[in-house]
Nanobody, 114 residues
Framework: VQLQASGGGLVQPGGFLKLSCATS????????MGWYRQFPGKERELVAD???????YYADSVKGRFTISRDNAKNTLYLQMNSLKPDDTAIYYC?????????WGQGTQVTVSS
């Protein structure tokens, strides 16, 4: 299983970005998929996830600003990020999980700065 994350970049505060995570296989085999982020010198933290049944979770810091979604036909996970803040600057990773197996995509840098 391979995950390919994309969509990061430089954006001004208040701006938006949409991250994508394309999977090499059928997205429906995964029990849950999510986005994590990592700040310099810190461990990765969960930003949002979505289950096969479309139950979603959001970290308090992104509630109301970020939206996680999935397109089963395209085998792709998304993270729409609105009202971005400098504190959102981090490397963002996608992850999928099935039973006891976990798969990570490579990170994509998101920088929020004026």
């Amino acid at each position: 299983v391979q995950l390919q994350a994309s969509g990061g970049g430089l954006v001004q505060p208040g701006g938006f970005l949409k991250l994508s995570c394309a999977t090499s296989g059928n997205i429906l085999v995964f029990d849950i998929m999510g986005w994590y982020r990592q700040f310099p010198g810190k461990e990765r933290e969960l930003v949002a996830d979505i289950s096969r049944g479309y139950t979603t979770y959001y970290a308090d810091s992104v509630k109301g600003r970020f939206t996680i979604s999935r397109d089963n036909a395209k085998n792709t996970l998304y993270l729409q990020m609105n009202s971005l803040k400098p504190d959102d600057t981090a490397i963002y990773y996608c992850k999928s999980a099935r039973a006891t197996s976990q798969y990570w995509g490579q990170g994509t840098q998101v920088t929020v700065s004026s």
